[in-house]
């Protein structure tokens, strides 16, 4: 059996779409986008929500200076899925970070964390949670703006997230386990 040969613009013809939009998305010129469910949401986080990530970056910096870990917004493959995750933070050892130059897959990472904004809040409580739970991230923390609370989700499965501690009010502070071992301030959120 053959194949038709592709023609620019046809994209019925293409043999793996999920590797085809992947690939995409990494091409938008000069924009961060992401893939939920096969549905591409270009990034443009706002200020506030931009600040509620640094207050947990500045309070996790000095643990992962001493842990030889680096948190960045990089790209997380969902290897299988409709969907390539830019979360607002995922930590990762550096020597692994400096030696990638695609995405990760969740189980690489030791914490991710999403913050909420009016656009992507029930994705964030669901789909993302059930998503990193199934690829294997250890730790979740979603830093719900709307809801104003903090919730950490840990044990990964493949339904999902086994334990959930939370939601907790800002203000209330969330013990994020080892490695990092401290109790996340909220109070600045």
């Not at 964390?113 to 250890?138: C, H, I, L, M």
Request: hydrophobic content about 35%; some cysteine.
């Amino acid at each position: 059996m053959s194949t038709a040969p592709h023609v620019p613009g046809d994209y019925s013809t293409v043999s793996d779409p999920e590797r085809a939009l992947k690939y995409a998305i990494q091409h938008v010129a000069g924009r961060r986008a992401e893939i939920v469910e096969g549905t591409v949401r270009l990034l443009s986080p706002s200020w506030a929500h931009e600040s509620a990530a640094e207050v947990v970056r500045r309070q996790l910096t000095p643990r992962l200076e001493e842990l030889a870990l680096v948190s960045c917004s990089g790209d997380l493959d969902l290897p299988g899925s409709e969907n390539w995750y830019v979360p607002d933070l995922a930590v990762v050892p550096a020597d692994l970070a400096a030696k990638t130059e695609g995405a990760l897959l969740p189980d690489r990472t030791l914490l991710v964390v999403e913050v909420s904004s009016p656009s992507n809040a029930e994705t964030d409580r669901t789909v993302k949670r059930r998503r990193y739970g199934q690829y294997g991230a250890p730790l979740y923390l979603l830093v719900d703006r709307q809801a104003r609370t903090c919730t950490l989700f840990s044990g990964p499965t493949r339904l999902g997230y086994a334990v959930e501690d939370g939601p907790h009010p800002f203000g209330t502070p969330v013990g994020l386990p080892e490695p990092f071992g401290l109790d996340l301030d909220t109070s600045r959120l």
